[in-house]
């Protein structure tokens, strides 16, 4: 069955840097788009990132773009968001999920991550 | 960006109710629009997508409509485990997908 499980998350200070992991398993990893979506604590879902299949093509939202990097190695089956100059705002649990086959909906999420940007 | 409204922002209802959460997009998406359901501490699963097709697994009671800007999710007869936070989202412009802000609803 199709698993995504993320890690990664911690507390880091101000500024600081943390890079996400999705491990995918249960499909064919390399032949899917790949997104990361947040939510702070109490809020709704924010997309965040988004990675074409064969890692050809990246897009951000505004809020991160230029301080995440999204990223996929197809040969581990692992998706990652780098994450730099964090700030307060980026405080969220952080899910991977992926596309369906012949719409833009997410059929399978991770379970989440927790970001927790704090001095 | 395609901005997504959801209304109401919550709703308290009773075991067996029928209740309706409406969302509306900023521009016409077509069907490019998709449900989610979220409980506590758990992450978002997919109910309906194409505005009105039915995820498989999804109870029947769940049903979706519209297409261009207004959207709507009927859920006919309410279920102890319906009690949960439910997101619209479009997809239309790909792939800088939009939810809607959530509709909680709540037992009364």
């Known amino acids: 069955q199709v698993q995504l499980v993320e890690s990664g998350g911690g507390v880091v200070q101000p500024g600081g840097s943390l890079r996400l992991s999705c491990a995918a398993s249960?499909?064919?990893?390399?032949?899917?788009?790949m997104h990361w979506v947040r939510q702070a604590p109490g809020k709704g879902l924010e997309w965040v990132a988004f990675?074409?299949?064969?890692?050809?093509?990246?897009y951000y939202a505004d809020s991160v773009k230029g301080r995440f990097t999204i990223s996929r190695d197809n040969s581990k089956n692992t998706l990652y968001l780098q994450m730099n100059s964090l700030r307060a705002e980026d405080t969220a649990v952080y899910y991977c999920?992926?596309?369906?086959?012949?719409?833009?909906?997410?059929?399978?999420w991770g379970q989440g991550t927790l970001v927790t940007v704090s001095s | 960006a395609i901005r997504m409204t959801q209304s109401p922002s919550s709703l308290s209802a009773s075991t067996g109710d029928r209740v309706t959460i409406t969302c509306r997009a900023s521009?016409?998406?077509?069907?490019?629009l998709a449900w989610y359901q979220q409980k506590p501490g758990k992450a978002p699963k997919l109910l309906i997508y194409?505005?009105?097709t039915l995820q498989s697994g999804v109870p029947s009671r769940f049903s979706g409509s519209g297409s261009g800007t207004d959207f709507t999710l009927t859920i006919s007869c309410l279920q102890s485990e319906d009690f949960a936070t439910y997101y619209c989202?479009?997809?239309?412009?790909?792939?800088?997908?939009?939810f809607g802000q959530g509709t909680k609803l709540e037992i009364k």
């Open positions: 999920a992926k596309c369906t086959v012949t719409t833009g909906a997410f059929d399978y």
């Open positions: 249960g499909f064919t990893f390399s032949s899917y788009g």
């Open positions: 990675i074409r299949y064969d890692g050809s093509n990246k």
């Open positions: 521009q016409g998406i077509s069907s490019y």
């Open positions: 194409a505005a009105s």
């Open positions: 989202q479009q997809y239309y412009s790909y792939p800088l997908y939009t």
